[in-house]
């Protein structure tokens, strides 16, 4: 599989099911970026970026779309 078309799909479906959250590549790695609450008010949410540490490839890929998963599910509770 080609890496960035793999992202761009992954971005694509997030963005269809109404998800703000997004996968970037920055350098060789990955991170999420976008709204999360912030620390000083759970009420407002403000642009952010979480690096995770995982290689920009397809692997990486596979393992930050299970990340968001979980950091998704920990947003809704």
Known sequence: M???RT???INK???N???KLRIEQRGKKLSFR??????ES???SKQQRI????NANVEGLNEAEKLLQLLLLQLHH
Not at 34 to 39: H, I, K, M, V
Not at 51 to 54: G, P, V, Y
Request: proline residues 8%; hydrophobic residues 35%.
């Open 2 to 4: 080609d890496f960035k």
């Open 7 to 9: 992202l761009i799909d």
């Open 13 to 15: 479906n997030l963005a």
């Open 17 to 19: 099911d109404g998800i």
């Open 34 to 39: 976008g709204p999360l609450p912030c620390r």
């Open 42 to 44: 759970n009420e407002n």
């Open 51 to 54: 690096s995770l540490n995982l």
